[in-house]
């Protein structure tokens, strides 16, 4: 896969996440959930805290949720806490380029032959204009 390709593959966070899940880049999107997922992991938490807390307690704890956002994503912080905040397509272009970097430094993409062969182009066409500074000057004026 080359940059290009990954730039143009990768437009969602859904594809970002499978990506980085086929790829061994999984720690990138781990603590990020679709809102079904969300789903199971409060009523998960409801059901444990239900005994626990007074229903106060368990308001709060669903008023502290947040409701949506531009995408249906959220990120869960592994902080000791249950932070959860939404994920945004500012944050999904942000960890894209994160991932990209990553991908980048560990040489995961190959050769992009249409750039090379562009850059090529160019040095020929420079390589084959032997016009000196004096001549350009020259012409400019007459």
């Known amino acids: 896969m080359t940059i290009r390709e990954f730039d143009e593959t990768i437009e969602t966070f859904f594809d970002l996440k499978e990506f980085c899940e086929d790829n061994g880049y999984e720690y990138f999107t781990e603590n990020i959930v679709d809102e079904y997922t969300m789903d199971s992991i409060i009523i998960d938490k409801v059901r444990t805290i239900l005994d626990l807390w007074n229903w106060e307690e368990i308001r709060d704890y669903l008023d502290d949720i ?59 066409v420079v390589e084959d204009s032997e016009i000196s500074i004096n001549d350009m000057i020259l012409a400019s004026i007459a």
Do not use: C, K, W
């Open 66 to 124: 947040p409701e949506g956002g531009d995408g249906d994503y959220y990120e869960l912080h592994d902080n000791g806490s249950d932070d959860i905040t939404i994920f945004d397509n500012d944050d999904f272009e942000y960890l894209r380029r994160e991932v990209r970097e990553q991908l980048e430094m560990d040489g995961f993409f190959d050769e992009d032959d249409e750039e090379d062969a562009v850059v090529e182009e160019e040095e020929e």
